[in-house]
């Protein structure tokens, strides 16, 4: 008897895993396929697939959190319609992958967005057209595997449990919107980011005074780049400023900031503390996430003086600047969930102090 409900126990196990297998086998598809287009894919995290990564331990932090709650309904019969679907569910990662790269969807996204969409951007070169129309099958496939996971974990869960597996799905939904509308409107076209971007930029530029470099920031409105600020930098013996870089807002790191508003949110939601705690948790994480950006922009300028639009520059706007601040974003539960610890601990230790000295 006592076998039986073992093997029970790992068996739900085992379909607790479920999700999280049905993507990593399309990961390592992708990842052994990655072509001349997508090249190093895995490695960049703007424009990238480095984020596949953090959407899997996403997801693994969620598990543990939430084992114990989490109860799948599928399996329960074999030939139920939940059960059916579910299985069917789990298989779509992998067929999307495979139609996608190996029967020409990714060919027929990037074709439809060339002739439609990029043929009425006039203010962009052929070779940016080409890019961003490139780009395009990227942020279909963040949206589609955001899609299927929404629907795997609501099979697998229901409503209940699938409230409480939010974070990856999420997070993948978040990256997929920020790679189609940098598609859709390069650089700083799109003015609702670009109003904060011009924010970290005049903060940073700040910055940038106190650390001994004298800098500017201009603002100009150009067709290609839309409204963008644009930073300056006075060379030594110099009273000519030359324009460093434009600060569209991909740069700034206003990605992360949605990235981390979302996820902390969804992340909160599920954890038993008072408001204000809450409050006090989201606004010290915001504040750092925000210190983070305005290091990326300080960072890059740092690069830019030194030593041009170099391979050390791009390597740092494509693949350090978001790792950093995804990094931060993901270690951020934990330490919430350390310091939740470490406050009881001190709390249980001030009881049994008072306890003693009471008696």
């Known amino acids: 008897m006592m076998l039986k409900e073992k093997l029970k126990e790992k068996r739900e196990d085992l379909i607790k895993l479920l999700p999280l297998i049905a993507f990593i086998i399309p990961f390592l598809i992708l990842y052994l396929k990655q072509d001349v287009t997508f090249s190093y894919s895995f490695e960049a995290t703007w424009k990238g697939r480095a984020f596949y990564i953090f959407f ?78 490139m780009m395009m099958p990227l942020a279909v496939e963040y949206l589609v595997f955001a899609a299927f996971s929404f629907l795997i974990f609501f099979l697998q869960y229901g409503v209940n449990g699938f409230r409480k597996s939010l974070l990856a799905p999420s997070f993948l939904t978040i990256i997929g919107i920020v790679y189609m509308i940098d598609n859709l409107y390069p650089y700083g076209q799109f003015i609702p980011f670009q109003i904060p971007a011009a924010t970290t930029a005049t903060i940073a530029n700040s910055f940038l ?33 030359i324009p460093v870089f434009a600060i569209a807002w991909p740069c700034s790191g206003i990605e992360s900031l949605l990235v981390y508003t979302i996820f902390i949110i969804v992340f909160l939601k599920n954890f038993e503390i008072s408001l204000m705690r809450k409050i006090a948790y989201f606004s010290i994480g915001a504040v750092i996430t925000y210190l983070i950006n305005i290091f990326r922009i300080i960072t890059l300028f740092i690069i ?9 520059f791009w390597r740092f706007h494509d693949f350090y600047a978001q790792l950093i601040s995804i990094s931060w974003i993901a270690a951020y539960p934990l330490l919430i969930m350390m310091g939740g610890d470490i406050l009881q601990k ?11 000295l009471s008696s």
């Open 346 to 356: 001190i709390k249980s230790f001030a009881e049994f102090l008072k306890m003693r």
């Open 56 to 133: 899997i331990w996403f997801a693994v932090l969620e598990m543990i959190i939430n084992w114990e709650k989490l109860q799948p309904k599928a399996f329960k019969k074999l030939k139920s319609i939940r059960t059916i679907a579910l299985i069917l569910a789990l298989l779509l990662p992998t067929i999307y992958v495979i139609i996608s790269n190996f029967y020409g969807l990714n060919d027929a996204i990037y074709v439809w967005t060339r002739e439609n969409y990029m043929a009425q951007k006039t203010e962009l070169s052929e070779n940016e057209k080409r890019f961003f129309a």
């Open 209 to 241: 005074n106190l650390m001994g470099y004298r800098t500017y920031i201009s603002y100009e409105t150009d067709p290609t780049w839309g409204w963008i600020p644009i930073l300056h930098y006075y060379l030594p013996k110099y009273s000519i400023p």
């Open 304 to 312: 830019a003086i030194n030593s041009g639009y170099s391979e050390e």
